[in-house]
C-alpha cells in the first residue's frame, strides 16, 4: 500500500506543495515581523517600577520599559554560569530598559524574574525624551526657572507641559534660524569667496570688483551679527527653565528644558492619549531631522533623498529606457544584433549592484566629475564639486542599474499591442514616427510606467551601490533648498536603505535604535510594495484592455 | 537629405506627395528619429562594453610591467673631497647629498649634479674616520661617523622647503642631534671599526665594534621644560660577541633587537631592550658554504633582514616561531640578482621591496611579498661605488667606479600584485607559514598589504553555496508545483507573491538576518535542525494520512490548493520543533547545542555565521529561480503533457519524462540566474556576517566576500593606489564571473523559446 502510494508519486507532489507553502509563509513571517516590530515602535509602553534584588543581597528599585523575555532551561543558564535550585526548570529573564544612560552608564538590563521581588505600574513615573543621552524615566519634582521653583509636586506636571511647549516653540525659532537664515548666509559668504577667486584666476579682480565683493560681504556679515544677537537671546530664553526629576535610585537630578523633546506619563494616559501620542511620535518621524547619531527623531532627510534621487534617476532612465525597448520591437529586425542587444540587457540585470558603484566611483565621480571641475569649477579647487559622490552621479548610477527593468517591461507592452493598430496607421499615411508618436506609445504609456514604477521600486531600495556614489550617514543640508539654483545635484544625500544599515549596524548603541530601524524598514517595505502592487496592478488592467482589442 | 530618404526601406504613401516642405519635415523628422533609436537601441551594448572596458583600464595598470629610463648622468659632484660613503636623496628627487669617506657633505642638484652646498664635519685635529653608518630608520636621516680616538659623531642631514616666489625651494643643512662634540663610545680611545646608529628625536642609539668587542651606548636627551638645554644620560654596555669578525651590525626601528652578521655568514640577534643588559637571542648560519656575506640591510619595517651575497644571492630572512615555539632565523624566499656578487641593497622607504647592484652594475628592482622581479638594467660600465632609491621609489642614482653619477627615472606603481600574490600562498612577514590572507590596509607605511583574494573567493563561493543550497530545493520544487499543479486561481495570487519576494530590499533582509535572525538561530540551533528533521516527516505523513479522510472532506477543498493545507501544517509543526527543542536541547547535550559542537568537536560558533547567510540570501535568491524556471516549465507546449497522460502515464511520471526534461534548459537558466545573483549579493552578506575574511568550511563561521569586501573598503581607498586598483580587480573579476552565468543562462532561454515555438 504504501510502496504503490510511493509509486504513484503522490508524495512527490506533497512535497513540491510544501516547497511552496514553505516560501509564502516565509514572506508572510519576514512581512509580519517588519509590520509588527515597525508599527510598535511609537506606542507609549507602560514603564514599571521593579524591586529588584542584586546580586550582592540588595534590594534596588528600578523604572523601565520591559522589552523582552527569555526562558532558559536550567541546564543550559547552568553552563553559562548561573546557579540554579535543584527544583527550577528554567531561567526567566526579563530585558529592561532602563534609560538614563548619563547616570548609569547603560540603558538595559537583563533581570533575572526570581529575584524580582514586587513590580508596579505608578501612574507618576514619567519619561523624558532628551535631545542627548536617551530617555530619562524618573518622577517629576519641580519647575524651576532661572533657580526659582515655578511649581512642585501635583501641580508640576500641567506647569512642566506648558512650559515644554514655550521651550519647544523658541526652540523651532532658534532651528529656523539657524538653519535658514544663517544656513543662506553662509551659504552666499562661500558663493562670494568663489566669485572672488574666480575672478583672480581670471586675471580680473580690479579695485571696483574687489570693493563690490567686500561690500556684500560686509553686509552679510552684520546681517550674521544681528542674527547672533538674536540667537543668543532665545538661547537664553531656553535655557532659563529646568526639570527637577527624582530617579529611580531617589536620587534628585536637574534636566534643563532646552534639552528635552517632550515628557509623558505612560502609566496615567488613556488610550486616546497613546493613540495621540503614536500619531504625534509618527509626525515627528516622517517630517523631523534626526537626533543622537541617528538612533532617535525623524527620517525625513532620509526620505527627502530618497524621494529625489529616485526623482532625478526616472528623468534619466525612462528616455533611455523607452528608446531601447522601442528599437528592439519596431525598428530592430530580430536577429544577431537585437540578440546581443538582449544579453546586453540581461547582463545589465545580472551584474551585481556593487559593480554599478565601483563603476560610478571611477566612471563618473572621478573621471566625469573631476573633469567637470577642471573646465566649470577651476576657482573651488582644492575642494571638488561634481568630482566627489553626490546625489547626481547616484541617481546615474542608478539609472544605468535599472534601466534594464524599464526595457523589459516597455518592450512587453509594445508587444501586446496588436500589429493592426500600426499597420491601421501607416495606411492613413502616417510616418514611422507619427504612428509611434501618436498609437503606439500612447497605448504602451501604462507600460512604460509600469516599468518605471519598477525601477523606481528597485532604486528605492538598492544601497550597495549609492554607498560609493554619494550616500552619507547625515547630510547637513538638503539637495533642494531655498538658496540659489536651488536643487544642488552636487551635495550629498541620505537614503531610507542606507539609513537601515548604518543605524543597525554602524551606530554606537544598536540596542536602543533597534525598534527605530524596524520602523524605517516597514516605511521602505511599504513604499516598495506599494510601488509593486501598482506596477501589477497596471499590468493586468493593460492585459485585459489588449485582450479586448484584439478580441 | 533626399538621399537619405530612398534609403528609407520602409516607404509609405506619404513619399509619393512630398512635395511641399512640410510633408519633408515630416520624412526628415521621421529618418532623423530612427537614426535616434538606433543609436539609443545600441547604446544599451556600449553600457556594458564601458562598464567592462573602464574596469579593465583602471585594473591593468596593476600588471604592467615596471619601467626605468636614465634621465641624466654626470662627473661626480667634488670628487676631490673624498671617495663617497653614502649617497642619499630627499623627498622631491631635487637634491642630493654625497657622504665622503673624508666627513665631508656634497650637496648637488639631482638633474645636473651641479654642487649646491659642501660642509665638513667638524673632526678634532689629528684623528680621522674609521668608520661611518646610515641610521636605521631612514627617513630620520641620522648617519654616524666612528672616529680612530673611541668617539663617535652623529649627524642628520636635513630639507627645508619653501615657497618663495610660489616656486619651490629646497635648502639642504646638517645639524648635530647630540651636540657636535664627539660622543664617547669606549673609553679606552681604542678605532672604532664598525658602527651602527639609531636616530630618535629623544634618544640615540650607537653600536660599534671595537677591536674584538662590541659596545652598546644609548644617549637618551631629556629637555627640561624651560631651559633649552637637553641633559643627556649615557648607558653603556659590552655584548660578549668576542672572537667574532663582525662585518655588519643593524639595529632594528624599535631598538628591541640588535643584529651582527660575521664573516661566514653567522647571523646573531641580540634582545637590547634593556640597553645595560643586551642578551642574546639565537644565531644562526644565513648564507651557504663557500659564500661572503657582501650586503646586509633591513626590509621597510625592520621585521626581515636581506642578506645579498657573493654568488649574486638576495635571500629575505625572518624570525620565525619553530614548532618548539622558539624564535629562528628563516629563509623566506631568495632573488637571483646575476652571477656576480651583490654589493648593495638598498630597501624601498615606503614599501617592501629593495633594489639589489651586483659588481658588474645590473640594478634589479625587486618586491617581496609579490616575489616579483620589476626591473632589471645593465647600468653604467665600471664597478658600481654607492647607489641609491629614492624616498618614493621613482628614482635611482648610482655611483659607478669612473666617477659618473647615473641617474635613473623608475616607474613602478604598483609592486605589490602579481598573480602569485593575488592567488597563491604567500609567506608574510610575522607569519609562522605561508597562508592565503587578505589584509588590505593600515595607518602605517611599513604595513606589508596583503591581497590574496583567495580568502574573499573562497567567502563568495561558500556564501553562494549555502544560498543555493537553501534556495534551489525550494525554489525549483515550488516552481513544478505552482506551474504544473496549482489550481490556476491560487496561481495568480502565489507568482506575484513570491515576485514581490524578489522585490524585497536586500537590505531589509540583511539588517532582519543580522539583527533578528542570527540571535534566533544562536538561540535555537537545536530547533532548527529539528525542524529540518521533522517537517518533511510530518508532510509525508500528512499526505499519508490525508487519503484517508472521508471523501466529503476532501472534497470540500479544490484539487490544486495542497499548499494552502499544508501551511497550517507547516508552521505547527515548525512552531512544535522549536518549543520542543529548547528542553530536548538541554536534555540530549547537557546544556545548548552550540556548546556541545564546540566540546565535542572543536566547531566554533560565531553568532553571524554562512548558515544565516544562507537562510537570508536563499530567501532572496528563491524568487528568481522561481520565477525564471516556474516560466520555463509553464510555457512546456501543453500537447506533449496531453500525449503522455493519454498514454497512461501518471501526472508524476508525465512531469519527470515529459516536462521536466524539455524544461530543463529553462531550469538551468534560472539555477545560473540565482547563482549569478548570490555571488554579487553585498548588502545581505555585509549585515549577516561578521565580514572577516577567514577560510573556514564550518558552516557556524562567518566569511567575506568580494562584493561585501568592495562596499566595505572602496569609500577608504585612496584613488588609483593599489588597493583601489585591486578593489577594482575584485569587481572585475565579479562582472566577469556574473556575465558569463547571465550570457550562458540568456543564450539557453533564447534556444528554449526558439525550441517551444517550434514545437
Known amino acids: 500500500m504504501i510502496a504503490s502510494w510511493f509509486k504513484s508519486g503522490t508524495p512527490w507532489i506533497w512535497f513540491n506543495a510544501a516547497a511552496v507553502s514553505a516560501c509564502l509563509i516565509m514572506i508572510i513571517g519576514v512581512l509580519g515581523l517588519i509590520i509588527v516590530r515597525g508599527i510598535g515602535h511609537f506606542w507609549p509602553a507602560e514603564v514599571a517600577r521593579i524591586n529588584y534584588q542584586e546580586a550582592d543581597g540588595q534590594v534596588k528599585t528600578l523604572f523601565g520599559e520591559i522589552i523582552d523575555t527569555s526562558i532558559t532551561p536550567a541546564a543550559i543558564a547552568k553552563t553559562s554560569g548561573f546557579k540554579m535550585a535543584d527544583n527550577e526548570d528554567t531561567l526567566v529573564q526579563h530585558q529592561v530598559k532602563t534609560g538614563n544612560r548619563d547616570i548609569t552608564g547603560v540603558d538595559f538590563r537583563w533581570l533575572q524574574e526570581r529575584n524580582i521581588k514586587d513590580q508596579a505600574f505608578p501612574g507618576d513615573i514619567m519619561v523624558v525624551e532628551r535631545r542627548e543621552w536617551g530617555n530619562f524615566y524618573g518622577q517629576l519634582v519641580a519647575v524651576k526657572e532661572n533657580g526659582a521653583t515655578l511649581a512642585s509636586h501635583e501641580q508640576a506636571w500641567t506647569v512642566a507641559q506648558a512650559k515644554i511647549a514655550d521651550t519647544l516653540k523658541v526652540y523651532s525659532e532658534i532651528t529656523h534660524l539657524e538653519k535658514k537664515e544663517i544656513g543662506a548666509i553662509n551659504y552666499s559668504l562661500e558663493k562670494l569667496r568663489l566669485k572672488q577667486r574666480k575672478l583672480e584666476l581670471k586675471n580680473r579682480l580690479d579695485d571696483s570688483a574687489r570693493s563690490a565683493i567686500e561690500n556684500e560681504n560686509a553686509g552679510l556679515k552684520t546681517q550674521y551679527e544681528q542674527y547672533q544677537t538674536q540667537l543668543k537671546d532665545l538661547y537664553q530664553k531656553v535655557r532659563s527653565a529646568s526639570l527637577v526629576a527624582k530617579t529611580d535610585s531617589g536620587a534628585e537630578v536637574v534636566i534643563p528644558l532646552s534639552k528635552v523633546v517632550r515628557i509623558y506619563q505612560p502609566n496615567s494616559m488613556g488610550l486616546l492619549d497613546k493613540v495621540a501620542h503614536y500619531f504625534n511620535k509618527l509626525g515627528e518621524f516622517l517630517t523631523d531631522d534626526p537626533r543622537e547619531a541617528n538612533t532617535e527623531g525623524g527620517i525625513f532627510p532620509a526620505i527627502f533623498g530618497t524621494v529625489m534621487m529616485v526623482m532625478i534617476m526616472s528623468v534619466i532612465v525612462t528616455p533611455f529606457g523607452v528608446i531601447a525597448a522601442v528599437y528592439l520591437r519596431e525598428y530592430a529586425k530580430q536577429g544577431f544584433i537585437t540578440r546581443l542587444i538582449r544579453i546586453a540587457v540581461n547582463n545589465l540585470a545580472g551584474v551585481p549592484s556593487v559593480v554599478y558603484g565601483v563603476f560610478g566611483l571611477g566612471f563618473f565621480v572621478y573621471i566625469l566629475g573631476g573633469n567637470i571641475d577642471r573646465l566649470f569649477f577651476p576657482e573651488s579647487s582644492p575642494a571638488p564639486v561634481f568630482g566627489t559622490p553626490g546625489i547626481l552621479w547616484a541617481s546615474i548610477t542608478l539609472s544605468l542599474l535599472t534601466l534594464p527593468v524599464v526595457i523589459v517591461a516597455t518592450e512587453e507592452g509594445l508587444a501586446r499591442i496588436p500589429k493592426s493598430i500600426r499597420e491601421g496607421s501607416l495606411a492613413l499615411g502616417a510616418t514611422k514616427l507619427e504612428t509611434l508618436w501618436r498609437t503606439v506609445l500612447p497605448m504602451a504609456s501604462p507600460a512604460i510606467m509600469t516599468g518605471l514604477i519598477l525601477a523606481v521600486a528597485r532604486a528605492a531600495g538598492e544601497v550597495a551601490p549609492l554607498m560609493l556614489v554619494g550616500v552619507v550617514k547625515l547630510a547637513p543640508t538638503l539637495p533642494l533648498d531655498g538658496n540659489l539654483p536651488f536643487i544642488h545635484l552636487d551635495r550629498k544625500f541620505m537614503h531610507l536603505g542606507f539609513h537601515i544599515y548604518d543605524v543597525g549596524f554602524q551606530s554606537p548603541n544598536v540596542e536602543a535604535a533597534r525598534p527605530l530601524v524596524y520602523a524605517t524598514a516597514l516605511l521602505l517595505v511599504l513604499v516598495i510594495i506599494g510601488l509593486n502592487l501598482t506596477a501589477i496592478i497596471i499590468r493586468n488592467n493593460l492585459r485585459e484592455k489588449y485582450r479586448a482589442l484584439e478580441g | 537629405m533626399p538621399e537619405n530618404l530612398a534609403k528609407n526601406p520602409t516607404p509609405t504613401a506619404v513619399t509619393l506627395v512630398a512635395g511641399n516642405a512640410y510633408q519633408k519635415w515630416r520624412l526628415v523628422k521621421d529618418s532623423l528619429v530612427r537614426y535616434g533609436v538606433i543609436v539609443g537601441g545600441l547604446s544599451v551594448i556600449v553600457a556594458i562594453v564601458l562598464i567592462f572596458f573602464y574596469l579593465l583600464y583602471v585594473v591593468l595598470p596593476l600588471f604592467a610591467s615596471a619601467k626605468a629610463n636614465s634621465i641624466a648622468e654626470y662627473v661626480l659632484p667634488e670628487k676631490t673631497l673624498g671617495k663617497t660613503v653614502l649617497l642619499e636623496t630627499e623627498e622631491q628627487n631635487e637634491v642630493a647629498a654625497r657622504f665622503t669617506d673624508t666627513g665631508q657633505v656634497v650637496f648637488f642638484e639631482v638633474a645636473t649634479g651641479k654642487t649646491i652646498l659642501t660642509q665638513g664635519i667638524a673632526i678634532p685635529e689629528g684623528i680621522h674616520i674609521t668608520s661611518f653608518a646610515q641610521g636605521s630608520d631612514i627617513s630620520q636621516g641620522g648617519v654616524a661617523y666612528g672616529l680612530s680616538d673611541g668617539k663617535a659623531i652623529v649627524v642628520k642631514h636635513q630639507y627645508k622647503i619653501t615657497y618663495p616666489n610660489n616656486q619651490r625651494l629646497i635648502t639642504p643643512s646638517l645639524n648635530y642631534p647630540l651636540g657636535q662634540q664627539p660622543l664617547v663610545i669606549d673609553e679606552a680611545g681604542s678605532p672604532l671599526e664598525k658602527i651602527a646608529v639609531k636616530v630618535e628625536s629623544d634618544k ?223 609567506w608574510y612577514e610575522s607569519y609562522p607559514k605561508p597562508d592565503y590572507i587578505w589584509q588590505s590596509s593600515s595607518a602605517s607605511n611599513d604595513f606589508e598589504p596583503k591581497y590574496s583574494l583567495v580568502p574573499l573567493v573562497f567567502g563568495t563561493l561558500k556564501a553562494a553555496f549555502y544560498a543555493m543550497l537553501v534556495a534551489m530545493p525550494l525554489a525549483l520544487m515550488g516552481a513544478i508545483y505552482t506551474a504544473y499543479f496549482m489550481a490556476p486561481q491560487m496561481r495568480q495570487v502565489v507568482k506575484p507573491a513570491i515576485e514581490l519576494m524578489g522585490a524585497l530590499p536586500t537590505v531589509i533582509l540583511g539588517f532582519l538576518a543580522g539583527l533578528w535572525l542570527a540571535p534566533f538561530i544562536e538561540k535555537h540551533l537545536a530547533g532548527l535542525f529539528l525542524s529540518l528533521i521533522s517537517l518533511p516527516i510530518a508532510v509525508l505523513l500528512f499526505a499519508f494520512l490525508w487519503q484517508f479522510l472521508p471523501k466529503t472532506l476532501r472534497q470540500k477543498i479544490p484539487e490544486g490548493w495542497d499548499a494552502a493545507i499544508l501551511m497550517p501544517v507547516i508552521v505547527i509543526v515548525s512552531w512544535l520543533a522549536f518549543t520542543i527543542s529548547v528542553p530536548l536541547e538541554a536534555y540530549l547535550f547537557h546544556g545548548s547545542l552550540r556548546d556541545w559542537f564546540s566540546h565535542e568537536f572543536g566547531i566554533g560558533y560565531d553568532q553571524r555565521n554562512a548558515l544565516i547567510v544562507g537562510i537570508a540570501m536563499g530567501f532572496a535568491v528563491i524568487p528568481t529561480i522561481f520565477s525564471i524556471a516556474e516560466d520555463a516549465i509553464f510555457s512546456v507546449p501543453k500537447h506533449l503533457t496531453v500525449g503522455s497522460l493519454a498514454l497512461g502515464a501518471t501526472t508524476w511520471q508525465t512531469m519527470t519524462k515529459v516536462v521536466l526534461l524539455t524544461a530543463s534548459p529553462g531550469i538551468f537558466s534560472a539555477v545560473m540566474i540565482g547563482l549569478g545573483r548570490a555571488v554579487g549579493e553585498t548588502m545581505i552578506v555585509l549585515m549577516a556576517t561578521g565580514n572577516t575574511p577567514v577560510m573556514d568550511f564550518s558552516v557556524f563561521q562567518g566569511l567575506r566576500t568580494l562584493a561585501a569586501n568592495v562596499a566595505v573598503e572602496m569609500p577608504e581607498s585612496e584613488v588609483d593606489s593599489t588597493h583601489y586598483r585591486v578593489l577594482f580587480l575584485t569587481a572585475l573579476v565579479l562582472f566577469i564571473f556574473t556575465f558569463v552565468f547571465n550570457t550562458l543562462a540568456e543564450v539557453i532561454r533564447q534556444r528554449l523559446r526558439e525550441k517551444y515555438s517550434s514545437l
Do not use: C
Not at chain 2, 633582514?305 to 622558539?326: C, I, T, Y
Open chain 2, 204 to 426: 640615540t642609539i650607537l653600536v660599534a665594534k671595537i677591536a674584538d668587542k662590541v659596545h652598546l651606548v644609548s644617549f637618551a636627551q631629556e629637555k627640561s621644560l624651560f631651559a633649552n638645554e637637553a641633559t643627556i644620560t649615557r648607558t653603556s654596555a659590552v655584548l660578549d660577541a668576542s672572537a667574532k669578525a663582525i662585518v655588519d651590525l643593524l639595529i632594528d626601528k624599535d631598538d628591541n633587537q640588535l643584529y651582527l652578521m660575521d664573516n661566514e655568514g653567522l647571523l646573531s640577534a641580540y634582545d637590547i631592550r634593556d640597553k645595560a643588559a643586551p642578551k642574546l637571542k639565537h644565531q644562526q648560519n644565513v648564507i651557504e658554504a663557500g659564500q661572503t656575506v657582501t650586503s646586509l640591510t633591513f626590509l621597510n619595517g625592520d621585521i626581515s633582514l636581506l642578506v645579498g651575497d657573493s654568488s649574486g644571492l638576495v635571500s629575505q630572512w625572518s624570525q620565525v616561531k619553530n614548532e618548539l615555539k622558539q624564535l629562528v632565523f628563516k629563509k623566506i624566499r631568495s632573488f637571483k640578482v646575476s652571477d656576480k656578487a651583490v654589493v648593495a641593497v638598498e630597501s624601498e622607504q615606503r614599501r617592501k621591496g629593495f633594489m639589489a647592484v651586483d659588481a658588474a652594475g645590473t640594478v634589479g628592482l625587486y618586491n617581496s611579498t609579490a616575489e616579483r622581479q620589476l626591473i632589471k638594467e645593465h647600468i653604467g660600465t665600471s664597478q658600481p661605488i654607492a647607489a641609491v632609491l629614492s624616498p618614493r621609489s621613482n628614482r635611482l642614482l648610482l655611483e659607478t667606479g669612473d666617477e659618473k653619477i647615473h641617474v635613473w627615472n623608475v616607474d613602478n606603481e604598483h609592486p605589490e600584485v602579481s598573480i602569485k600574490s593575488l592567488w597563491q600562498k604567500v
